[in-house]
């Protein structure tokens, strides 16, 4: 029932922030993506987002899938609602500063560079930050237990880097889901950032018989 239940969170995302013009591409994604939960581990985590890796394969493989940042629109109440929902989730597993940590980092690069640099309306800094691929990927790919580190200062730092780097590639190179191609190449170093923390355990979504203290010992 737990692999059930992953599997379908993985498809939902897929079908959430995935485009493409051949149906097969989403079954060849899906099966990456779920192959990529069971053969691809270090130490009980995902080397990478297993959606995030069916998505960018996919992209990359053939050339006709990709991420659509437009296809939810710009409405604030997409905003509210993804926003509202992420924070319930986040709270509820203690990853809430990593998504936070992300959308704040690519918000201020874009004030700054949108607003300061460029002199352009508000009205531009919105409309770039007011799309549902964005706030998706902020509030339920980024902070995934099983790819991001264990440490929470860690998760920030992360975080934030991913935020940077994604903005970059968006306003200089001008790439498409652009955090969604940062988030695939730097998930892999997880397993190296949690190694300057060996004592902290790996999340796990089981339940366990634990006393409180020691939870909150290994998700900090």
Same mark, same amino acid.
Request: charged letters at 10%; hydrophobic letters at 55%; zero cysteines.
């Given at each position: 029932?737990?692999?059930?239940?992953?599997? $379908?969170?993985?498809? $939902?995302?897929?079908?959430?922030?995935?485009?493409?013009?051949?149906?097969?591409?989403? +079954? &060849?994604?899906?099966?990456?993506? =779920?192959?990529?939960? &069971? %053969?691809?581990?270090?130490?009980?985590?995902? *080397? /990478?987002?297993?959606?995030?890796?069916?998505?960018?394969?996919?992209? @990359?493989?053939? !050339?006709?899938?990709? =991420?659509?940042?437009?296809?939810?629109?710009?409405?604030?109440?997409?905003?509210?609602?993804?926003?509202?929902?992420?924070?319930?989730?986040?709270?509820?597993?203690?990853?809430?500063?990593?998504?936070?940590?992300? =959308?704040?980092?690519?918000?201020? $690069?874009?004030?700054? #560079?949108?607003?300061?640099?460029? !002199?352009?309306?508000?009205?531009?800094?919105? +409309?770039? $930050?007011?799309?549902?691929?964005? /706030? +998706?990927?902020?509030?339920?790919?980024?902070?995934?237990?099983?790819?991001?580190?264990?440490?929470?200062?860690?998760?920030?730092? /992360?975080?934030?880097?991913? !935020?940077? =780097?994604?903005?970059?590639?968006?306003? &200089?190179?001008?790439?498409? !889901?652009?955090?969604? /191609?940062? %988030?695939?190449? *730097?998930?892999?170093?997880?397993? %190296? +950032?949690? @190694?300057?923390?060996?004592?902290?355990? @790996?999340?796990?979504?089981?339940?366990?018989?634990?006393?409180?203290?020691? %939870?909150?010992?290994?998700? #900090?």
């Amino acid at each position: 029932m737990h692999s059930l239940k992953s599997a $379908l969170i993985t498809g $939902l995302g897929l079908s959430l922030l995935m485009k493409a013009n051949d149906p097969m591409l989403y +079954l &060849f994604a899906a099966l990456l993506a =779920i192959g990529m939960k &069971f %053969l691809s581990k270090v130490k009980g985590k995902h *080397l /990478w987002n297993p959606a995030n890796f069916g998505i960018v394969a996919a992209a @990359a493989l053939s !050339g006709e899938a990709w =991420i659509s940042p437009g296809q939810w629109g710009s409405s604030a109440i997409i905003v509210l609602i993804v926003g509202t929902a992420g924070l319930a989730v986040l709270s509820n597993i203690k990853r809430l500063e990593t998504g936070v940590a992300f =959308i704040l980092t690519f918000a201020a $690069l874009e004030y700054v #560079r949108t607003i300061l640099y460029l !002199g352009w309306e508000h009205d531009v800094l919105l +409309l770039k $930050l007011s799309n549902g691929s964005l /706030w +998706l990927f902020a509030f339920f790919m980024i902070t995934d237990p099983m790819t991001t580190p264990n440490h929470r200062k860690l998760r920030i730092a /992360w975080a934030m880097v991913v !935020g940077g =780097i994604s903005f970059y590639l968006a306003n &200089f190179y001008f790439i498409n !889901g652009a955090p969604f /191609w940062t %988030l695939f190449f *730097l998930t892999p170093l997880t397993p %190296l +950032l949690d @190694a300057l923390t060996p004592r902290l355990a @790996a999340f796990s979504w089981k339940k366990t018989n634990q006393p409180i203290s020691n %939870l909150q010992n290994s998700i #900090r």
